[in-house]
């Protein structure tokens, strides 16, 4: 398994019920341009992170606010984009789930979240790594910049029928 680009591992093993610890993530300049590299976008030019964690029982419930900016590509006519985010986050987690995703009978998995816990491994949380993943949930997978329109000829014939992709592709096979 290779090391997560923005790593922030905070041992979370002392944190009684009830205690809370609040910790600030800036993603340095190496960091952010690795995670562009992850995310497949053009720059990451700014990542933070204020989270409080807080005991409760066996779990840590961390509760942050992300915010970022970056420059991802349309998908129609490669200009760039900008985006921001400006997030709150809560994730639970959990030793009793196992790193499958799968939890025994005596955890609740929606215990005071939306989602399932996450697995604690250790007693440590890497809050980098967790902040990186709600940024990449976060992104449009398709990015298309207002008023970016396909042109048709890459759609329609000039009759403005649908294409056949199997027709066009039958055209490319040489005769014999």
Known sequence: MTEPEFS???????LEDGDSEAHTLLAEEAER???????RIASLDHLKA????????????????????ATQTCVVSLEPIEVSFDEDLEVVF??????????DDIVDPRAGSDEPPEPLVDGAIDLGEMVAERFGLLLDPYPRKAGAEVDPRYISDPG????????MLKGLKPDG
């Not at 922030?8 to 002392?14: A, E, Y």
């Not at 204020?50 to 900016?69: C, D, K, N, P, S």
């Not at 403005?160 to 027709?167: I, L, Q, T, V």
């Open 33 to 39: 341009a690795a995670l562009a590299g992850r995310f």
């Open 94 to 103: 959990d030793p009793d789930v196992r790193a499958t995703g799968e939890f």
């Open 160 to 167: 403005g029928a649908p294409r056949n992709p199997f027709k």
């Open 8 to 14: 922030r591992p905070v041992d979370v093993s002392d």
């Open 50 to 69: 204020e989270a409080v964690l807080v005991g409760r029982g066996r779990q840590t419930i961390v509760r942050a606010r992300m915010t970022a900016h």
